[in-house]
């Protein structure tokens, strides 16, 4: 009875962890099409989160990873799940104050690495999956995707720049309907994927399901659901600040920074890579600006992002290592997590309370 | 040690999967905008012939497109 409650909290908490991983990520996957006219904002936010949901039900190998190869699914329990989850939120809830551009992936990923260490020792932690599947593609991928998108725009500048203007550009702007929606498509197959994984992990741990079962139908379905309601959700802040803080570019570049993004994601989904897609997606659109001229490079975001690469993973792990000592406080049963979930719902309605009375920044932070 | 950890195969194929879709596609979008530029441009010069082939070059160039986003697809659903 405990442990379902647990789990019933875990669900829905993973559920709410993904909901504003799409709330957050919605500025990254459609802003290069508003800011390029290649579509309307709502229109762009409407086709993003239709796609979103799409993308979530096209594979299972990210969620698979999660799920089975970062942790030893054999010493982890609900709880250790939850504890996780508190310390991805917090980490994400702390980013977001501060305007910092973090990565929820890592965020989420380091949270149950952090709580496992907690409960049963480094034992609990699969070093081959975690820095084989997590941090080398989480280092690389930006990298790869700011030097396709580099090349790629270096290259479409030499193929059409003796053409008018006005036909390259209404070109590149139809094009970009195709290369913003395969990124969205992207983002919601990796992202929704991490949820999915989460979980299945908390199902195994629970004894709900075997310890090599895929993710069943309703939680990639709930997972698709929660991350399209957040992208769509998180949309309609973005039209309020559209044209004011989102980057120029022309729709060349939107166009090779869409198509680079969404191949690097793709791609690494496949091979059941979990991303940060906001990385990529930042390495793609600065790749695409450095192609054009170094200087338009936004340097201080790129090491801004450096920094959240080096922070992320400890101070979640931090953070859901110690909320798992906090929830063992009141034993293993269901006291700990229900009485962390209700102190965690009043800090955010403070944050948000206080945030809302001073205005939010529209940062880069998310998944 | 290092190359199991590494899952350096799985690695490389990610980075030839995105080097060969992210600028092969682009490069051939490019072209097809570049087949619809020289066909308005070649057609006000009365050049006819000139003009279809860039139509045709640029229009083969967008169904390569089409193909590669349908294959990335199918590839991503069917492991």
Known sequence: MSSDVILVIVVGTALAFDFTNGFHDTANVVATSISTGAARPSVAIGFASLLNFVGAFISISVAATVAKDVVDADVITPTI???GLIGAIAWNLITWYFGLPSSSSHALIGGVVGSAVAAAGFEAVLAEGLVGKVLIPAVVAPILAFLVAGAAIGISYRVVGRQRPGIVSRGYRYGQIVSGGLLALAHGTNDAQKTMGIITLALIANGTLGAEADPPFWVIASSATAIALGTYSGGWRIIKTTGTRIIKMDPAQGFSAQGAGAAVILASTHFGFPLSTT????????????????????????????????????????????????????????????LVTLMALS????????RAQRGAPVTAAGG | MIATIVHTDELLQTIAASV????????????????????????????????????????????????????????????
């Open chain 1, 81 to 83: 799940v939850f504890a």
């Open chain 1, 279 to 338: 990385h990529v997606i930042n390495g793609g659109v600065m790749g695409a600006g450095a192609g054009k001229r170094l200087s338009a490079v936004r340097w201080g975001v790129a090491g801004n992002i450096f920094v959240a690469w080096l922070l992320t993973l400890p101070a979640a792990a931090a953070i859901g290592g110690l909320t798992y000592g906090f929830t063992r406080i009141f034993g293993t049963g269901a006291l700990g997590p229900v």
């Open chain 1, 347 to 354: 800090l955010v309605a403070a944050a948000f309370a206080r």
């Open chain 2, 20 to 79: 060969i879709a992210g600028i092969g596609v682009t490069f051939l979008f490019s072209l097809g905008i570049w087949g619809a530029g020289q066909f308005a441009e070649l057609s006000r010069s009365e050049r006819p012939v000139a003009a279809t082939a860039a139509a045709l070059v640029g229009a083969a160039a967008l169904l390569c497109v089409a193909a590669a986003v349908v294959t990335g697809i199918v590839v991503m659903t069917h492991k």
